[in-house]
Nanobody, 120 residues
Framework: QVQLVESGGGLVQAGGSLRLSCAAS????????MGWYRQAPGNQRELVAT???????NYADSVKGRFTISRDNVSGTMYLEMNSLKPEDTAVYYC??????????????WGQGTQVTVSS
């Protein structure tokens, strides 16, 4: 069994910064590629950034130069450093991970999300 728990969201003024964390807990699994996604009310969930187990990264054009994705493979934690935040960044941010269980099963696994609100 596994859980992905996001934290670090909150209310921030435009131009400010936040750091989101995604912590994996449980046992009998390893973590492959991971990513951050976000969803604003009335919109579809969209990709923010991804990171492979080896550290290769990819970003949506809307966040390039402002956000940085990283991971700590020892602790099983992924981070999203968000700088120069804009009101349009307001959304629920979700952690996703490829989970490989020791029994061979592989799943896309999602956290429950953390709210980020950027005021103008």
């Amino acid at each position: 069994q596994v859980q992905l728990v996001e934290s670090g969201g909150g209310l921030v003024q435009a131009g400010g910064s936040l750091r989101l964390s995604c912590a994996a807990s449980g046992s009998m699994f390893s973590i492959g590629n991971m990513g951050w996604y976000r969803q604003a009310p009335g919109n579809q969930r969209e990709l923010v950034a991804t990171i492979t187990s080896g550290g290769a990264t990819n970003y949506a054009d809307s966040v390039k130069g402002r956000f940085t994705i990283s991971r700590d493979n020892v602790s099983g934690t992924m981070y999203l450093e968000m700088n120069s935040l804009k009101p349009e960044d307001t959304a629920v941010y979700y952690c996703k991970a490829i989970i490989r269980f020791y029994n061979g099963a592989i799943y896309d696994h999602w956290g429950q999300g953390t709210q980020v609100t950027v005021s103008s």
